[in-house]
């Protein structure tokens, strides 16, 4: 499995239900804030997505909460 990484800001729903969902399932992943550091929007902007939660993991990226893509990935 990929390391997955999902680029969240704060008071984002659908990034709450991601890193949620990922918790509930015993998936690790690495939570990159891009309010708290905002050098990597540009990284997210480059990878095509304007809007958070962005989930990353390996050749996979996609944006919002997405539970079958989620199931899929893990």
């Not at 990929?2 to 949620?20: E, G, L, R, Y």
């Amino acid at each position: 499995m990929a390391k997955i990484t999902v680029f969240s800001k704060n008071n984002c729903m659908q990034c709450k239900m991601t890193k949620k969902f990922l918790e509930q399932n015993h998936v690790d992943f690495e939570e990159i804030n891009i309010d708290e550091q905002p050098e990597k929007i540009d990284y997210v902007k480059s990878l095509g997505f304007t809007a958070a939660p962005v989930i990353e993991a390996g050749d996979a990226v996609f944006s919002g909460f997405q539970p079958a893509r989620l199931k899929a990935l893990i």
